[in-house]
């Protein structure tokens, strides 16, 4: 059964935080912005997963999508972009003046791609920002990719097993973290 928790600023209103566990597949994603462009649609989307320190949290992602996979409802490939290390939130995958290119790359070629803000960037932009917190990052971008898989699949799509995770810099710590943390987690 799940539980209901008011939210404010990315933070439960409750007594003991940490008593709080999450109901799987209930990712609790919100799509806040869609915006098709002339080879793919870029989504803007919360979701639930925990702060560097276990604490639950909303934070931002994005998900590029190719046009063709938006048409046939089909995703052939998805992959997991993990950003290098960014200092300013415009800097960030859901800017809307963002820089950041590394999730772009794989889109022509037929990949559906997830990136998470990380902690401190995004909707979390008021907070610390998690500079190499290996394990946190990992878990915000693998929870980032289960809640669009899981919004995905509720929105009539069918998906593939094929998942790329990559990364550079601050971004190829959190994909070797993500892949010890799958391990002994998800």
Same mark, same amino acid.
């Given at each position: 059964?799940a539980q209901? $928790?008011?939210?404010?600023? &990315?933070?439960?209103?409750? *007594?003991?935080?940490?008593?709080?566990?999450?109901?799987?597949?209930?990712? &609790?994603?919100?799509?806040?912005? @869609?915006?098709? &462009?002339?080879?793919?649609?870029?989504?803007? =989307?919360?979701?639930?997963?925990?702060?560097y320190e276990?604490?639950?949290?909303?934070? %931002?992602?994005?998900?590029?999508?190719?046009?063709?996979?938006? +048409?046939?409802k089909?995703?052939?490939?998805?992959?997991?972009?993990?950003?290098?290390?960014?200092?300013?939130?415009?800097?960030?995958?859901?800017?809307?003046?963002? +820089? =950041?290119?590394?999730?772009?790359?794989? /889109?022509?070629i037929? =990949?559906?791609? /997830? %990136?998470?803000? !990380? *902690?401190? =960037?995004? +909707?979390? &932009?008021?907070? /610390?920002?998690? $500079?190499?917190?290996? +394990?946190?990052?990992?878990?915000? %971008?693998?929870?980032?990719?289960?809640?669009?898989? *899981?919004?995905?699949?509720?929105?009539? $799509?069918?998906?593939?097993?094929s998942?790329?995770? $990559?990364? !550079? @810099?601050?971004?190829?710590?959190?994909? /070797?973290?993500?892949?010890?943390? %799958?391990?002994? *987690?998800?």
């Open positions: 059964m209901t $928790y008011v939210w404010k600023n &990315g933070h439960p209103l409750v *007594e003991d935080p940490d008593s709080i566990t999450f109901v799987k597949p209930d990712m &609790g994603l919100q799509v806040l912005q @869609s915006e098709p &462009g002339s080879t793919m649609t870029k989504m803007k =989307f919360l979701y639930l997963t925990k702060d276990g604490k639950p949290i909303w934070m %931002s992602a994005q998900m590029l999508i190719p046009n063709n996979h938006v +048409e046939s089909h995703i052939s490939r998805m992959a997991m972009c993990n950003h290098y290390t960014i200092t300013r939130s415009d800097e960030c995958p859901t800017s809307p003046t963002r +820089e =950041f290119e590394l999730p772009d790359i794989l /889109v022509p037929g =990949f559906t791609v /997830v %990136s998470s803000d !990380y *902690e401190g =960037f995004g +909707e979390t &932009g008021d907070r /610390v920002q998690a $500079y190499c917190f290996g +394990e946190a990052n990992a878990r915000a %971008s693998i929870d980032a990719l289960l809640a669009a898989r *899981e919004w995905l699949q509720s929105s009539g $799509y069918t998906l593939s097993d998942i790329i995770n $990559y990364g !550079y @810099s601050q971004g190829g710590q959190t994909t /070797v973290a993500a892949i010890k943390l %799958s391990q002994s *987690e998800y």
